[in-house]
C-alpha cells in the first residue's frame, strides 16, 4: 500500500478491526466451582489510516477534517465512543499483583528499561518530511559521543536524503569529512511510518540471547506490523508473536518485570461477554483478562495501569511519566489553576506509583512541571530518550523558558552523571508527535541488524549518485 500524505501520530481513530476470536474452554473459579465457559470474546483494535508522516487521534468525540498535509490531502477521523468508567482502581491494583505472582520465579525473559546501557537509538526515516529535517538533525549532532543511531530507510533514495539532511559543515556539498557523524549508521529496512517506539519490536532479554516481542499493530500498516518478525529474522533473534495490542509508548519497563501503561490498553482490548453468568461483573473480568494476557506476554511481575490524560491524543504513559532507575520515576506536574482536570489526574497517578513496592521497598515518584496543553498539543517533558549518559528532553518554541530550564535542571539533578539537551519539537507539534515516540532503544545485550553501513559509506555512495554520468 502506498501512502502519499502525512498524517499524525497514534492509531486510534480512523479504522476499526475486530477480531473475534472464540474461547471453547475457558475456565474460571466460581463460587468453589470450576465452571468452563462458552465466551465469544471481540478484540476490538482501533486504527488509523496510515500516512506518509504517522498517524492522528484528534480531539476526542469530535468528527473532523485534518488538513494541511504534505500533499493537501485530508483525512477524516472518527473517534470513539467513551469508554466505560473504569472499575475500582484497588480492585485493579489486586488482580494486577495476582497476576503477577506466577513469574515471581521466572527471571527472563526481561524487557530492560530504557535507562540501562544501550547500544543505539534507532529511528525511522520513511515518511520523514523534508521540512521535519532539523529534528533528526538535532538528534544527531546531539547524540554524538553518547550513543549511535541506527536510521532505517526504505531504500536508497531515503537514504541519500537524510546523508544530505546531516552533510557536516551545514550541508557544504564540498566537504567530504563524515567524522562529526560517525556514531550514525544506515539499514535498509521497510516500514510505512516513523513512529519506531509504538510498532518497533519490544526487545527481551532470554537466558541465550534475545526475543523480539511481536504485538498485533495497525491493520492498514503492514510494514509497520511486520517490523518485529523482519527484526528478528535480520537480528537472529527469537520471535514472540502475540495476539493482542499495544504500542510502546503506552508501555515503560523498569527493567525489574514491573511496567507501567494506562487504561487505553482496556480500550484497545475490548472483550464482550454478549450473555454474562450470573454474578459476574463483565466489565472487571475483561480487566483481569487484559492484565493476565499482558503479565504472561512480558513476564512482568506487576503491571500498573494508571490514568491516561484527558484531552491528550495518544492516551499514554510516556505523554506523562518516565523511569530513571528501576525505583525511580518521573511523573509530570501541571498547575491545578491552568488546568485542573488533569492535574488531578496526574497527583492520583503519582499517589499511586508511590503504593508501588520495588524489591520491597516504595518507589520514588519525582515531578517535573510541564506547560498546560495548547488543544490536544502537549509539551511532554517526561517523552525522553534516555541514551546511556544523555537525556534528549523534547520542547516547543512556545514553551515557557522558566519552565524549560526547571525541568532540565530537575534531570541534571536527578541524572548528575548525565548531559541534559533538549530537542525543538515544534513541526511536529501539529502531529502530535513527541521525541520517545520517534525512536527505539537498542539494549547492549541485542543485536543489530545484518546490511549495516556507516555514515562514511553512506557518503561515498550519495557522492556516487551526484557525479555526472
Same mark, same amino acid.
Given at each position: /500500500?502506498?501512502?502519499?500524505?502525512?498524517?499524525?501520530?497514534?492509531?486510534?481513530?480512523?479504522?476499526?478491526?475486530?477480531?473475534?476470536?472464540?474461547?471453547?474452554?475457558?475456565?474460571?473459579? /466460581?463460587?468453589?466451582?470450576?465452571?468452563?465457559?462458552?465466551?465469544?470474546?471481540?478484540?476490538?483494535?482501533?486504527?488509523?489510516? &496510515?500516512?506518509?508522516?504517522?498517524?492522528?487521534?484528534?480531539?476526542?468525540?469530535?468528527?473532523?477534517?485534518?488538513?494541511?498535509?504534505?500533499?493537501?490531502?485530508?483525512?477524516?477521523?472518527?473517534?470513539?465512543?467513551?469508554?466505560?468508567?473504569?472499575?475500582?482502581? &484497588?480492585?485493579?491494583?489486586?488482580?494486577?499483583?495476582?497476576?503477577?505472582?506466577?513469574?515471581?520465579?521466572?527471571?527472563?525473559?526481561?524487557?530492560?528499561?530504557?535507562?540501562?546501557?544501550?547500544?543505539? /537509538?534507532?529511528?525511522?526515516?520513511?515518511?520523514?518530511?523534508?521540512?521535519?529535517?532539523?529534528?533528526?538533525?538535532?538528534?544527531?549532532?546531539?547524540?554524538?559521543?553518547?550513543?549511535?543511531?541506527?536510521?532505517?530507510?526504505?531504500? &536508497?533514495?531515503?537514504?541519500?536524503?537524510?546523508?544530505?539532511?546531516?552533510?557536516?559543515?551545514?550541508?557544504?556539498? +564540498?566537504?567530504?569529512?563524515?567524522?562529526?557523524?560517525?556514531?550514525?549508521?544506515?539499514?535498509? /529496512?521497510?516500514?510505512?511510518?516513523?513512529?519506531?517506539?509504538?510498532?518497533?519490536?519490544?526487545?527481551?532479554?532470554?537466558?541465550?540471547? +534475545?526475543?523480539?516481542?511481536?504485538?498485533?499493530?495497525?491493520?492498514?500498516?503492514?510494514?509497520?506490523?511486520?517490523?518485529?518478525?523482519?527484526?528478528?529474522?535480520?537480528?537472529?533473534?527469537?520471535?514472540?508473536?502475540?495476539?493482542?495490542?499495544?504500542?510502546?509508548?503506552?508501555?515503560?519497563?523498569?527493567?525489574?518485570?514491573?511496567?507501567?501503561?494506562?487504561?487505553?490498553?482496556?480500550?484497545?482490548?475490548?472483550?464482550?461477554?454478549?450473555?454474562?453468568?450470573?454474578?459476574?461483573?463483565?466489565?472487571?473480568?475483561?480487566?483481569?483478562?487484559?492484565?493476565?494476557?499482558?503479565?504472561?506476554?512480558?513476564?512482568?511481575?506487576?503491571?500498573?495501569?494508571?490514568?491516561?490524560?484527558?484531552?491528550?491524543?495518544?492516551?499514554?504513559?510516556?505523554?506523562?511519566?518516565?523511569?530513571?532507575?528501576?525505583?525511580?520515576?518521573?511523573?509530570?506536574?501541571?498547575?491545578?489553576?491552568?488546568?485542573?482536570?488533569?492535574?488531578?489526574?496526574?497527583?492520583?497517578?503519582?499517589?499511586?506509583?508511590?503504593?508501588?513496592?520495588?524489591?520491597?521497598?516504595?518507589?520514588?515518584?519525582?515531578?517535573?512541571?510541564?506547560?498546560?496543553?495548547?488543544?490536544?498539543?502537549?509539551?511532554?517533558?517526561?517523552?525522553?530518550?534516555?541514551?546511556?549518559?544523555?537525556?534528549?528532553?523534547?520542547?516547543?518554541?512556545?514553551?515557557?523558558?522558566?519552565?524549560?530550564? *526547571?525541568?532540565?535542571?530537575?534531570?541534571?539533578?536527578?541524572?548528575?552523571?548525565?548531559?541534559?539537551?533538549?530537542?525543538?519539537?515544534?513541526?511536529? *507539534?501539529?502531529?502530535?508527535?513527541?521525541?520517545?515516540?520517534?525512536?527505539?532503544?537498542?539494549?547492549?545485550?541485542?543485536?543489530?541488524?545484518? *546490511?549495516?553501513?556507516?555514515?562514511?559509506?553512506?557518503?561515498?555512495?550519495?557522492?556516487?549518485?551526484?557525479?555526472?554520468?
Amino acid at each position: /500500500m502506498n501512502y502519499n500524505f502525512e498524517s499524525c501520530h497514534g492509531d486510534r481513530t480512523l479504522r476499526q478491526l475486530r477480531i473475534v476470536i472464540s474461547f471453547y474452554a475457558f475456565a474460571r473459579d /466460581m463460587v468453589k466451582t470450576r465452571l468452563v465457559l462458552l465466551l465469544e470474546i471481540s478484540l476490538a483494535l482501533f486504527t488509523s489510516a &496510515s500516512s506518509v508522516f504517522g498517524q492522528y487521534y484528534g480531539d476526542p468525540a469530535q468528527y473532523y477534517h485534518h488538513g494541511g498535509f504534505s500533499n493537501r490531502h485530508q483525512v477524516a477521523a472518527r473517534m470513539l465512543p467513551q469508554a466505560t468508567a473504569p472499575p475500582i482502581a &484497588s480492585s485493579i491494583e489486586q488482580i494486577a499483583i495476582d497476576a503477577g505472582r506466577v513469574n515471581l520465579n521466572r527471571p527472563y525473559p526481561r524487557i530492560a528499561g530504557e535507562f540501562e546501557p544501550q547500544r543505539a /537509538m534507532v529511528v525511522s526515516v520513511s515518511d520523514w518530511q523534508p521540512h521535519h529535517a532539523f529534528v533528526l538533525q538535532q538528534i544527531v549532532a546531539k547524540t554524538a559521543g553518547h550513543t549511535n543511531v541506527l536510521v532505517l530507510c526504505n531504500n &536508497s533514495d531515503q537514504l541519500s536524503m537524510v546523508v544530505e539532511w546531516l552533510l557536516p559543515n551545514e550541508g557544504d556539498p +564540498t566537504r567530504t569529512d563524515a567524522s562529526p557523524n560517525s556514531h550514525v549508521f544506515f539499514c535498509e /529496512m521497510e516500514v510505512d511510518t516513523i513512529w519506531m517506539r509504538d510498532f518497533g519490536p519490544l526487545l527481551a532479554e532470554t537466558e541465550t540471547g +534475545t526475543m523480539s516481542i511481536d504485538f498485533f499493530y495497525e491493520g492498514t500498516r503492514p510494514k509497520d506490523d511486520a517490523l518485529p518478525a523482519v527484526w528478528a529474522d535480520r537480528t537472529g533473534s527469537r520471535l514472540e508473536t502475540v495476539r493482542w495490542t499495544i504500542q510502546g509508548g503506552n508501555l515503560l519497563n523498569n527493567g525489574r518485570r514491573l511496567a507501567l501503561t494506562t487504561h487505553r490498553i482496556f480500550e484497545d482490548n475490548r472483550i464482550q461477554f454478549p450473555n454474562p453468568l450470573p454474578g459476574l461483573d463483565p466489565e472487571l473480568e475483561r480487566r483481569k483478562m487484559v492484565i493476565e494476557e499482558f503479565t504472561k506476554a512480558c513476564n512482568l511481575t506487576q503491571l500498573v495501569v494508571l490514568e491516561h490524560l484527558e484531552n491528550e491524543a495518544t492516551h499514554h504513559v510516556d505523554m506523562f511519566a518516565t523511569f530513571l532507575a528501576p525505583d525511580h520515576v518521573v511523573v509530570a506536574q501541571l498547575d491545578p489553576r491552568l488546568d485542573p482536570v488533569n492535574s488531578a489526574i496526574l497527583e492520583r497517578n503519582a499517589a499511586r506509583l508511590r503504593r508501588v513496592k520495588v524489591d520491597g521497598k516504595p518507589m520514588q515518584v519525582h515531578r517535573i512541571v510541564i506547560p498546560p496543553r495548547e488543544g490536544t498539543s502537549w509539551s511532554a517533558y517526561t517523552n525522553v530518550i534516555l541514551a546511556n549518559d544523555l537525556v534528549l528532553m523534547p520542547i516547543f518554541d512556545s514553551d515557557p523558558l522558566d519552565l524549560v530550564q *526547571k525541568a532540565k535542571q530537575a534531570y541534571q539533578r536527578l541524572l548528575p552523571d548525565h548531559r541534559v539537551e533538549t530537542v525543538d519539537m515544534t513541526t511536529l *507539534k501539529a502531529l502530535q508527535g513527541e521525541l520517545h515516540c520517534l525512536s527505539m532503544n537498542l539494549p547492549v545485550f541485542a543485536a543489530t541488524p545484518d *546490511k549495516v553501513i556507516d555514515f562514511k559509506k553512506a557518503l561515498q555512495f550519495f557522492r556516487s549518485r551526484e557525479r555526472p554520468q
